[in-house]
C-alpha cells in the first residue's frame, strides 16, 4: 500500500507569494495533519483535519490556511512569503486523528528567497 | 503546557558501542510518548511508543527506550550502533488536546564514527 505523498518534492517561492502545498493520506485514513520543520528543530504542528473539519490548529498567523477535500486529501496554503517560512512542510495522515497512528509523508521543502 | 527537552543537541558514537539518547517531558498524567527518527532530507519514522503497561518498549531497527515517571524522562537505547543509525532522532510527547498534536524536542543529531 502506498503511504502518504507530498507533493511538490521542493519548491522555491518569492518573499510575498502565495504557495500551496499537497498531501494525499494514506487509503482509508481520514485525518491529516500539517507540521513546519525549520532546519535545526522539530516539527511544530499547524492544523489537523478530520472528516474535512479542522479540529486543531497550532500557534501560526492567519496567512496559514488549509483545507480537505472528501477523498480526505489535503492542501495547505501560505500567503505572503516570509523568508522565515522556508522550512520542511511534513503531512501525517491517521484513521482518526490520533498521535497514536500517524504516519509522516516524506515532506516538501519550501524555500522563500 | 507539555514540553519535551532533548538534552543533547549531538552525538558521537563509534560503531559498534552502545547508545542512549536523552528525552525528558512536561506533563501532569501519564503521557504518550514516541520517538521518530529522520535521515537527511526524509521525513519521520516511528521507532517505538509508549502509552501504559510495561514501561520498557521495543522498538524496530533493536531501539528500546525505557519510561521512568520519577524522572520524566524517556530515553532511547540501542545496545549496538551501526553506521545507517546515523541520522536526527526527535522525541515527542501528545499534547492531550484529542487532536493528535505531537510536541517534539528539538531533536539529537547523532552520528556513527566507524
Known amino acids: 500500500d502506498a503511504g502518504v505523498t507530498q507533493s511538490p518534492t521542493h519548491l522555491i517561492k518569492t518573499r510575498g507569494q502565495q504557495v500551496t502545498l499537497r498531501c494525499s493520506p494514506i487509503s482509508g485514513h481520514k485525518s491529516v495533519s500539517w507540521y513546519q520543520q525549520v532546519l535545526g528543530q522539530g516539527p511544530q504542528f499547524i492544523f489537523q483535519?478530520?472528516?474535512?473539519?479542522?479540529?486543531g490548529r497550532g500557534n501560526f498567523p492567519d496567512r496559514f490556511s488549509a483545507r480537505q477535500f472528501p477523498n480526505y486529501s489535503s492542501e495547505l496554503n501560505v500567503n505572503a512569503l516570509l523568508l522565515g517560512d522556508s522550512a520542511l512542510y511534513l503531512c501525517?495522515?491517521?484513521?482518526?486523528?490520533?498521535?497514536?497512528?500517524?504516519?509522516f509523508g516524506p515532506g516538501t521543502r519550501l524555500t522563500v528567497t | 503546557a507539555q514540553s519535551v527537552t532533548q538534552p543533547d543537541i549531538h552525538i558521537t558514537v563509534s560503531e559498534g558501542a552502545s547508545l542512549e539518547l536523552r528525552c525528558n517531558y512536561s506533563y501532569g498524567a501519564t503521557p504518550y510518548l514516541f520517538w521518530y527518527v529522520q535521515s537527511p532530507g526524509q521525513g519521520l519514522q516511528l521507532l517505538l511508543k509508549y502509552f501504559s503497561g510495561d514501561t520498557l518498549v521495543q522498538g524496530i531497527k533493536g531501539f528500546e527506550a525505557e519510561f521512568k515517571r520519577s524522572q520524566s524522562s524517556f530515553n532511547l537505547r540501542k545496545p549496538s550502533v551501526h553506521w545507517s543509525d546515523a541520522a536526527e532522532y526527535f522525541c515527542?510527547?501528545?499534547?492531550?488536546?484529542?487532536?493528535?498534536?505531537?510536541?517534539f524536542g528539538q531533536g539529537t543529531t547523532l552520528q556513527v564514527k566507524p
Open positions: 483535519y478530520y472528516e474535512k473539519e479542522e479540529r
Open positions: 515527542a510527547v501528545d499534547d492531550s488536546s484529542n487532536t493528535g498534536k505531537l510536541i
Open positions: 501525517a495522515s491517521s484513521l482518526s486523528g490520533h498521535s497514536y497512528e500517524q504516519y
